[in-house]
Structures are given as C-alpha cells and as structure tokens.
C-alpha cells in the first residue's frame, strides 16, 4: 500500500511540475527575479494563503 502511495505522489508531482515552471517563468519575467526567489515567491504565497503551490501556480497560469 505504501509503495503505491507513493507511486501516485510521484504521477501528481511530475503532472504539476510543468504548471509550477510556468509560474516561475511570469515570475521571473515580470519581477526579474532569480529562479530561485521565484521558487521562494511561490512557496510564501501558498503558505500565506494556505494553498498548495500547485493550485497557485494553476490560478496563475489560467487562461
């Protein structure tokens, strides 16, 4: 069971990655900011709003 757990972790985490990196990438564009801090950017966001980066990086990413 366990094993499978986090074999579904890994399918999400995979899924979601490009939609974070596309986060990043406004990021980087509009504030000019290192990868770095747009990691950091995303991650304060969803603490301060009790999302998962993920989502946040959906809502930003919507057409």
């Known amino acids: ?3 499978q757990e986090e074999n579904e972790q890994l399918k999400r985490a995979t899924e979601s990655r490009p939609r ?3 986060a990043r990438g406004i990021l ?3 504030l000019g ?3 770095e801090e ?3 950017i995303l991650v304060e ?5 009790n999302i ?4 946040v990086a959906e809502m ?4």
Do not use: G, H, K, N
């Open 60 to 63: 930003m990413t919507r057409p």
């Open 20 to 22: 974070i990196d596309m």
């Open 28 to 30: 980087l564009a509009q």
């Open 45 to 49: 966001v969803s603490q301060r709003s």
């Open 38 to 40: 747009s990691w950091e």
């Open 52 to 55: 998962r980066v993920r989502v």
């Open 1 to 3: 069971m366990r094993l």
């Open 33 to 35: 900011c290192s990868a």
